[in-house]
T-cell receptor
Framework: KNEVEQSPQNLTAQEGEFITINCSYS?????LHWLQQHPGGGIVSLFM???GKKKHGRLIATINIQEKHSSLHITASHPRDSAVYICAVRSNFGNEKLTFGTGTRLTIIP | IAGITQAPTSQILAAGRRMTLRCTQDMRHNAMYWYRQDLGLGLRLIHYSNTAGTTGKGEVPDGYSVSRANTDDFPLTLASAVPSQTSVYFC??????????????FGNGTRLTVT
């Protein structure tokens, strides 16, 4: 079992829909990152969080430490949100390793 | 524009050849990282550097070496390329010393094909 599991692997939705992408992990963590990889390949950091909830524009990230689960929500989705969304966790065992999920490919249809 | 610059953007390399992927950042970040991205797998850490003058091995370091002579530059060298090193390579940085307690900034990647 991978340390970081994302679901769904692929998601297609209509413009305007509310999007939820999930990330579950199996180890104790000190931080969780959400990243966005554009179709051209560039990777952008969206959020880094260790508790609670963060919001930036139409994006919301939540984390439940007890359940070892995080969600990324997109409100009023737009075709420009089409990208691969990647979850990554830093273990709290003190090493330098950041473990990445394999990503969720989101396609928003106009 | 502040950020991370990687070069080359793409490269086709014959097996056995030596290759250095360049990475430069102008944000004065302490920590820098090299990842490879392969289909069906998450990003995997090759090597990292918490600060100029120090480097460490990630989870897939074999066949690669790095140096960190100054804050800005973090080149990745393949001493003798093999086909299994065909991948997309990303350089990244973060502000804090010690990994991952601050947001990551990524370069645009280098697509390397070893034939």
């Amino acid at each position: 079992k991978n340390e970081v599991e994302q679901s769904p692997q692929n998601l297609t939705a209509q413009e305007g829909e509310f999007i939820t992408i999930n990330c579950s992990y199996s180890v104790g963590i000190s931080a969780l990152h959400w990243l966005q990889q554009h179709p051209g390949g560039g990777i952008v950091s969206l959020f880094m969080l260790s508790s609670g909830k963060k919001k930036h524009g139409r994006l919301i990230a939540t984390i439940n430490i007890q359940e070892k689960h995080s969600s990324l929500h997109i409100t009023a989705s737009h075709p420009r949100d089409s990208a691969v969304y990647i979850c990554a966790v830093r273990s709290n065992f003190g090493n330098e390793k950041l473990t990445f999920g394999t990503g969720t490919r989101l396609t928003i249809i106009p | 524009i502040a950020g991370i610059t990687q070069a080359p953007t793409s490269q086709i390399l014959a097996a056995g050849r030596r290759m250095t992927l360049r990475c430069t950042q102008d944000m004065r970040h302490n920590a820098m990282y090299w990842y490879r991205q392969d289909l069906g797998l998450g990003l995997r850490l090759i090597h990292y550097s918490n600060t100029a003058g120090t480097t460490g091995k990630g989870e897939v370091p074999d066949g690669y070496s790095v140096s960190r002579a100054n804050t800005d530059d973090f080149p990745l060298t393949l001493a003798s390329a093999v086909p299994s090193q065909t991948s997309v390579y990303f350089c990244a940085s973060s502000e804090g010393q010690g990994a991952y307690n601050s947001p990551l900034h990524f370069g645009n990647g280098t697509r390397l094909t070893v034939t």
